[in-house]
């Protein structure tokens, strides 16, 4: 762990709580004097938790690995292995313990009967009329009912246990009752997809559970105890106690929850009320006011979860520390700016002093000169027009020095300020970036959507915007990986961006589709610079491993009129982008300016 570059750290455990690790890092990336990339920022955040940054990665891909792997007997499995991968695709991991759950238990029941429905029943009916058994109905009762009690809900234990029960009734056991009858047979081991069944709960505890407990102690102890047990479940016996134990712990965990959801609407309430405040009072300053509006954006995204009210410090965190940064080192140089100009003035007027009592010595010394009769006279009074001429040149070369100084201090001072300005707009733009691609995320495409909207609006220049979606991206995850989808995905942006004019806008809308803001450019002009960008990507394939794959996108272009809102735009292009999917895909479609996208211009890319 030793990553923590020119520092040696004694080491101390872990800081658990999310807050304190966000506020560590944060402090560490100051003290490092490392800039706050997101890189670095989860770089730091790793070390401080002590976990390899690349291992949730390296975990996600194994927890594909096995779910590939899990045999979908029924349609039921399957639909619930289905769901596993969107949930997982979304890193909603606290559902995937119930999903895997539910896969394990349906997985058993599926599992082949002990004796046919039919069969059993027959048996049941035959000895429940046998008349000599010696410990009458009443009892017999008693047994049947513990056993579907127990087991009313789980149809193969129910089988086993029952076929058992008629069993011992035939042979007329003295104490023959539903214990009993479970324990006559030896329960079945757990099948040989057991193995990966296992690693998948272990999986799905690690993301799903984990996090929810650390800060309950009561709860990580008995998460501990499940976890502990998982990897020691033998047998039929030991999943049914197991399923039990889970669930009075997912019982507790629903309460425990509870509590924080309202503690987190809690807490939105005051961070909109301090942002709203914070918008009020605060001078106007892009800087902040993209901050907050990307906040308030955070903040309005549902349900609020305790993750992302973790983001949301984190990302307010960023804000005062940058603006601390700046706003200390604005005052260091308007301070410096201050004292510069202070010294400037006060030699000026020395100058002028000077100067003026240089006039003044000099009509005395005229006058003088006038007066005087012999010349050594004169020779006293050349000596004393020197002096005073000496001192007015090194008055007037020290003031020079100085003003030449005090220039070239300002233009370091301002340089480091727009430095310092740049370095804050970066920052500003990561909060609306998208985290994998780097290209603009929701908050930053709205944003621009709305100066380019405005922009054409003022000066009646054209304005387009497209809409890109990867062709056949699900089958290159499927036959790829979810890390070679996403290096497509980063492949994809970097690739436009070496096309695009610096003007243009290119954001990820969600998963594979992209939206590219062309300002002052004309539908025609628009189409070909997306059949351009076509070309492009289909000339730099994707390397992965050994092999090069070609990857293509479909696109819908629309033109903005004025009056048109920016969701009708995007929703103009995105129906046109659908169109040119249905038309084939790797092509780009016009939406109709007239009238609704149905009908529209084709330039195929091909
Ligand atoms: N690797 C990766 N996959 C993602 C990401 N976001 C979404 N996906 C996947 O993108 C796929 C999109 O699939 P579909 O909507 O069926 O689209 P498609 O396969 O490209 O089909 P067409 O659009 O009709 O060509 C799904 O499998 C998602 O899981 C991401 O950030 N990374």
Known sequence: MARTKGLSRVWSPPPHNPTEVAREALKQLALQKLAPTPDNYARVYHDILQVPANQELKLAGELYRSLEALPGQTPSQQALLTRFRQETDKGHWEVLPTIAIDYVTQSRNATSLAEPWGA??????????VEHWDRGQLHRRASLERVLLAFGNQPAELNRTLSNLVKQWATQSDDSNGDDARSAAPPPPLGADWQLVRRLLQLSFKYGIEPRVQLHPALAEAYQVLLTEISELGDDLDLNNFLTQLRNFFFSLELHNKGEESLAVA????LSLLLENIAEFYRPDSYLTDQISALQGLLSDEPLTLDSVGQLEASLKEVI??????????????????????RFIDRLSLITESADSFQEKLTQHRQQISQASE???????VAALMDDTTGLQLNLAESRDELTATRS??????LRITELEAALAAASSRVQEDQLTGAFNRDGLAERLEQEILRAERNGQP???????????????DNYGHLVGDEALKHLVDTLRREIRPADVLARFGGEEFVLVLPNSAEHETLRTIQKLQQSLARVPLTAGSERLVMTFSAGVARWQSGMLDVELIDRADRAMYLAKLAGKNRVL???DDSPPTVLDEVSSR
């Open 409 to 414: 201090q300002m233009q370091e001072a301002e």
């Open 590 to 592: 016009l939406a109709d």
């Open 375 to 381: 010349m050594s006279e004169l020779t006293h009074i």
């Open 120 to 129: 059993l029943l027959q048996q049941l009916i035959k000895q429940w009329d």
């Open 321 to 342: 520390y940058q603006q601390g940064i700046l706003k200390s080192s604005l005052d260091k140089a308007a301070n410096e700016l201050r004292s510069l100009l202070d």
């Open 463 to 477: 304005l387009c915007l497209a809409l890109l979606d990867l062709d056949d991206f699900k089958k290159l995850n």
């Open 267 to 270: 807490l939105r309430d005051v």
